[in-house]
């Protein structure tokens, strides 16, 4: 490309560190262009059009780490133009995002996102507005021109997240879950001691911000790897912005639902929430999700991992007790499992170990889930005595786990067990 052998000949640098001179940033706009979606806008961007990569992108060019949706800057007027043919080039539809001046027009391409966003007050000004000065960050296409805010590539040497100005913490509090997010992310980096102060005080401007926002960023901390999880969850902690975020409840409570994240095996966003909100109790912890405004979906599953046993008697669990349970938590058993895992007693955790090896096999988590009534209905509800309403669906339910739990095999076990327990349900004596 015509573009690119350009940059590899002359870069002009605003800003250069000791790790990365020229050199250093011809390899990571060569970086970036072996990204499929930085391509295809290089292949359709003109001069006259000063288009630029900035921010994530361009910041994970230089650490040499895989960088996620394609950030892309142009000037004013300019957005809908441009993003409508890099929408053909992709073979997609543009969808625009907000409202002008901060409308993002995002450009489906190959299972990522491409962002377009128009500058307000050119290319210097647009990157004095970000959040730090390592994403503050800029190659223009197509011939790769480097640009950064003063001291961008010093601070990405060090590894330290700095603000390029004073403000840019209280003009979006959202930055102080970004920070956070880059802390969790990025293995080694710190924030700046400076930034700290302008951080604390945004934090108390945190409920300002609209739920949807917040949680976008609390999913990727939460969905972070455990030990970024972490060193973000006690970022936001020393900041207040948990305090902030979860009014009410006092510190223990939080750092025991930080301890508990901490214990999570896979990354989970929903499931990590659960186990922050599991120390305030239920009723507040189902409060906190509808005030969120979490989906209904995360709500139904919350409501469903709070009621899981997460402590028991010292016995090994019985097939009745891994029935019970995989029917409890359908259809969240994978999620039920893991939060199990990090906040059960041993005996929780054996029971989830129990029903994890009936979820490595389908048709036996199948017979669990729908076990077949060897009875008709008819016969069950006389065998019962109980007609149609809730007495009867609770009876049924009872039939089912004990079907499912292999404690009934065939008609005849079946008519004695209805007519002995009259559908209480009680499992077999054990420990």
Known sequence: MAGRSRAKRDIPLKTTGPRWGQ????????ALMRRPDARAAASIARPA??????????????????GGDLDLAVPSGTAGAF???????????????????????????HGREIDVWEEEGGPDADLMRRDFTVNALAFALPDGSFTSAPGALADLEARRLTPPRPGVFLEDPLRVLRAARLLAELAGFHVARRAMPELREAANFLRGVKEERRLVELDKILGAPA???????????????????FQGTTARERRRGVSLVGKMATPSPRVARALLLLPMGPKRAEDFLRRWKTSRTEQRLASRLFALPLRG?????????????????????????????????SRARALARAAQSVLRRPAALH?????????????????????????????????????????IRGPGAARAWLKDRRALGNPPSGC
Do not use: H
């Open 23 to 30: 050199a250093g940033v011809r390899r990571a706009f060569g």
């Open 83 to 109: 993003a409508e043919r890099l929408a053909a080039r992709a073979g997609t539809r543009v969808v625009a995002v907000g409202a002008a001046p901060r409308r993002i027009l995002k450009v489906p391409f």
């Open 227 to 245: 030990a970024g999880r972490m060193r973000a969850l006690r970022f936001l902690e020393r900041t207040s912005a948990l305090a902030i975020l």
């Open 49 to 66: 059009d000063q288009v630029r990569i900035v921010g994530g992108a361009v910041r994970d060019a230089f650490l040499v780490r895989k």
């Open 367 to 407: 017979r669990i889930l729908k076990p077949v009534r060897p009875l008709p209905l008819a016969e069950i509800s006389s065998l019962l005595d109980l007609n149609e309403g809730p007495d009867l669906g609770r009876a049924l339910s009872a039939f089912d786990l004990a079907l499912a739990s292999g404690a």
């Open 313 to 345: 008697p010292r016995c090994p669990p019985t097939r009745w007790d891994v029935a019970e349970l995989l029917r409890l938590s359908s259809p969240f058993e994978e999620e039920s499992l893991l939060f199990l895992f990090a906040a059960g007693d």
